[in-house]
């Protein structure tokens, strides 16, 4: 089995800050790791995925995260934040052997960017 | 866009009545899913699809059914709907297994309401 941990339900932040969304797995196997984004009445995009290989996944509009066995970590961050990235993310993590064809998702994180 | 589409868009049914969604795709791929999304908890999987008349359960897929007889389209119904059934509903696809570390691509959802 694994799981999913998005402590964050909610973080604002100032446009041109830094911001870190937090998201940690439990998995008995290896892992696939993903950052998905929901913007406002629409479905989810993949901005980025780990698969194997460099621990630094760089994603689209900025993101990158960084893959952390040891701490069984996922962290998503951006160095500088603008307005249209207000929006919710979601890690999801499926395991490479005896995950099947789950995606298990974590709850969710509200970014909220204020000018 | 991925070339999904789901409708209705926006439902509000009753309790007891039947309830059919719709997902379409264009692209051909093999998997498809439904999710559905409520507060807290992300996204849980209902019901998968590998394959034209092949489908499976996900980890909430009581009170659902599904059918898929054709490539592009797969079908969710709720048989009696509750009012637990009220949510955000997603379609999604893939080329390949989520066990693969296959991206999965979203439909725009539909919100269904159950009074």
């Known amino acids: 089995a694994q799981s999913v941990t998005q402590l964050d339900s909610q973080v604002p932040v100032f446009e041109e800050a830094p911001v870190e969304l937090r998201c940690n797995y439990s998995s008995s196997v290896s892992v696939y790791l993903f950052w998905y984004v929901q913007y406002p009445n629409q479905g989810l995009q993949l901005l980025l995925k780990y698969l194997s290989g460099s621990t630094l996944v760089k994603g689209i509009n900025g993101f990158e995260a960084e893959f952390n066995k040891s701490q069984t970590s996922f962290h998503l961050r951006k160095p500088s934040v603008h307005i249209s990235d207000t929006a919710e993310y979601f890690c999801a993590v499926n395991g490479v052997t005896g995950g099947g064809n789950k995606l298990t998702f974590g709850t969710g994180t509200q970014l909220k960017v204020e000018l | 866009d991925a070339g999904i589409t789901q409708s209705p868009r926006h439902k509000v049914t009753e309790t007891g009545t039947p309830v059919t969604l719709r997902c379409h795709q264009t692209?051909?791929?093999?998997?498809m899913y439904w999710y559905r999304q409520d507060p807290g908890h992300g996204l849980r999987l209902i019901h998968y699809s590998y394959g034209v008349k092949d489908t499976d359960k996900g980890e909430v897929s009581d009170g659902y059914s599904v059918s898929r007889s054709k490539t592009e389209d797969f079908l969710l119904t709720l048989e009696s709907a509750t009012s637990s059934q009220t949510s955000v509903y997603f379609c999604?696809?893939?080329?390949?297994?989520?066990?693969?570390?296959?991206?999965?691509?979203f439909g725009p959802g539909t919100r269904l309401l159950v009074l």
């Open positions: 692209e051909n791929h093999r998997y």
């Open positions: 999604a696809i893939s080329s390949r297994l989520a066990g693969e570390g296959e991206t999965q691509y």
